[in-house]
């Protein structure tokens, strides 16, 4: 009889401390879900694509989940590609007035632009160069042919050697449309891109060339353009001559992410990343 009376003491006490058949405390516990990031089309000219990539990565880095699928164009191209909404967003350096607000070509009809950036046009030559700078009729002058010695510059002897970019560059179409120029000297030898052109100046004594400021290295020397400085502060109100501005172009029917990331790209910590290679907005 005791016997009996303890074995169901002892089974009860078992059912009590057993997990219920159903409960498998051995499966692993299920991770919290995610969500999966948006993937946002970027259009970009050859120029800022690096910049495009840095102002993604630094966004999603901060808490936005995102995927960036950054194509690079040609500058004509990135705003076709927005227009048509087969991408969100576009990244462009296009030329700008020197002292007026940057105003959108009229083609580009309802897309929402914004200017995160400048970037300054500089003419550089070798650092042993002692030529502080020129005025804009001067450059149009070398640039158009007219002036062709080193002699007519005051600043020592030979054949000026003139470097810069090829046509559609916006580097080439900020000068000239700054000086007035409908065409450049044959004598201009072309370069694929601004970080050779400093290179070039930097080996070549005889040299002038033209670069984006972002290019500028301690190899080649900035002259000053009408007794201005490419300081951040004269490139911003357009003090120095040519410049371009560093533009985001918003599809009509851009995702909300990508039109997060494009007021970002102007706000206090979006200006940050946009200065590690450009002048700020302001």
């Known amino acids: 009889m005791l016997a009996a009376a303890f074995l169901v003491a002892a089974a009860s006490m078992l059912a009590r401390e057993s997990p219920p058949p159903y409960l498998d405390l051995a499966a692993p516990t299920p991770a919290p879900a995610t969500t999966n990031p948006e993937i946002i089309r970027i259009a970009t000219s050859l120029d800022a694509q690096p910049l495009a990539h840095e102002l993604a990565d630094t966004y999603a880095a901060a808490g936005h989940p995102l995927t960036p699928e950054v194509t690079p164009l040609n500058p004509a191209q990135v705003a076709d590609t927005v227009l048509t909404s087969q991408a969100d967003l576009g990244i462009v350096l296009l030329p700008a007035q020197a002292s007026?607000?940057?105003s959108p070509p009229p083609a580009w009809g309802e897309a929402e632009t914004i200017v995160i950036g400048w970037e300054a046009v500089v003419l550089v030559?070798?650092?042993?160069?002692?030529?502080?700078?020129?005025?804009?009729?001067?450059?149009?002058?070398?640039?158009?042919g007219e002036i062709q010695t080193w002699e007519q510059l005051g600043s020592?002897?030979?054949?000026?050697?003139?470097?810069?970019?090829?046509?559609?560059?916006?580097?080439r179409e900020a000068l000239m449309g700054w000086l007035g120029l409908g065409s450049l000297s044959s004598r201009v030898e072309l370069w694929p891109n601004d970080a050779e052109i400093c290179r070039q100046v930097a080996s070549r004594p005889l040299s002038l060339g033209w670069i984006g400021h972002s290019s500028l290295t301690d190899e080649?020397?900035?002259l000053s353009l009408d007794a201005f400085r490419p300081t951040a502060r004269a490139i911003q109100?357009?003090?120095?001559?040519?410049?371009?501005?560093v533009v985001?172009?918003?599809?009509?029917?851009?995702?909300?992410?990508?039109?997060?990331?494009?007021q970002w790209a102007a706000s206090a910590p979006g200006q940050r990343v946009v200065a590690r290679?450009?002048?700020?907005a302001s």
């Open 237 to 245: 109100t357009g003090a120095y001559g040519p410049r371009l501005a």
């Open 248 to 262: 985001i172009v918003v599809s009509p029917h851009a995702a909300p992410e990508a039109r997060a990331l494009a």
């Open 156 to 171: 020592g002897q030979g054949n000026i050697e003139l470097l810069g970019r090829g046509e559609g560059a916006p580097s």
């Open 100 to 102: 007026a607000p940057f």
């Open 277 to 280: 290679r450009y002048t700020p």
């Open 220 to 222: 080649c020397q900035p």
């Open 125 to 144: 030559t070798h650092p042993l160069r002692q030529m502080p700078g020129l005025d804009s009729d001067t450059v149009a002058q070398v640039l158009g």
